[in-house]
């Protein structure tokens, strides 16, 4: 090894010990079995439906109970986006969603708080 990269390590290797990684939060998975209840077309196109099951691999997941009534756009099961409308379930269908979501700490109008985001994707069989 050259003096020159051992200098360089000698700089770096202070900034890596100090700089400790940052810890980034896991999304947290729901398996919910749904009852479509309503399409719901105003002010924009939702499902509403009633949450028959749930099943989730994590303790700490907070899922919804069931009976609980759920309003949502329904996305693609990578759920990198909104699931086309002729797609969806109607009124009195069954569905499958892996409700996942992810706590952390918005920043709007110059302040943080405290958010979730939600993703409802079909989920994959």
């Known amino acids: 090894m050259n003096n020159r990269a051992a200098r360089y390590g000698l700089v770096v290797l202070p900034f890596l010990v100090m700089c400790q990684p940052a810890q980034a ?3 947290e998975i729901c398996r919910l079995e749904l009852h ?5 077309k105003q002010p924009h ?3 509403q ?9 994590s303790t700490t997941a907070e899922c919804p109970k069931e009976g609980v009534t759920l309003t949502f756009i329904p996305e693609t099961p990578d ?3 909104t699931l ?3 797609q969806w379930p109607g009124q009195g269908q069954s569905m499958r969603i892996d409700y996942r979501y992810l706590d ?3 920043k709007g ?4 708080y405290a958010c979730r985001i939600e993703h409802y994707p079909l989920a994959r069989n």
Do not use: D, F, I
Not at 36 to 40: A, D, E, G, K, Y
Not at 109 to 112: M, R
């Open 25 to 27: 939060s896991k999304w």
């Open 36 to 40: 479509v209840t309503q399409v719901v």
């Open 45 to 47: 196109p939702k499902l």
């Open 49 to 57: 439906a009633q949450v028959m099951k749930v099943s989730t691999t």
């Open 79 to 81: 759920y990198q986006s």
């Open 84 to 86: 086309p409308r002729r």
């Open 104 to 106: 952390g700490n918005c």
């Open 109 to 112: 109008e110059g302040h943080s």
